[in-house]
Structures are given as structure tokens and as C-alpha cells.
């Protein structure tokens, strides 16, 4: 999965609501190994969250 493609699934799952902490465990799950990194899941969470643009 590209990076714009995880950023889309990230958005999507802050519109649901998802902390961050389950967004990842969602991308583990699902990508494993090449899921993207704690920290840029929780950047690009908040990113989303304070832009509002949805």
C-alpha cells in the first residue's frame, strides 16, 4: 500500500472516531510489517483531526 493510499484509511478511520492507538492495530493487522510507524499514524491522526476537513 502506497502512502496516500494509508492516508485515505487513516482519515477514514478518524471520521469513525478511532484513536490512534486502534487505527494502528487496524494497519498491523491488516499490513503487518509494512504498515506504517506509530508516530506517523498519531502525526497524520492529528493532522486530519485538527484540519476538520472531512
Known amino acids: 500500500m502506497d502512502k496516500i493510499e ?5 482519515k477514514y478511520f478518524v471520521i469513525k472516531g478511532l ?6 492495530n ?5 499490513l503487518g510489517d ?6 506517523a499514524v ?6 486530519f483531526k485538527r484540519s476538520s476537513i472531512y
Open 6 to 10: 494509508c492516508l485515505a484509511v487513516i
Open 19 to 24: 484513536s490512534p492507538t486502534k487505527i494502528k
Open 26 to 30: 487496524e494497519l498491523n493487522s491488516t
Open 34 to 39: 509494512s504498515s506504517p510507524s506509530f508516530s
Open 42 to 47: 498519531k502525526k497524520w491522526a492529528a493532522e
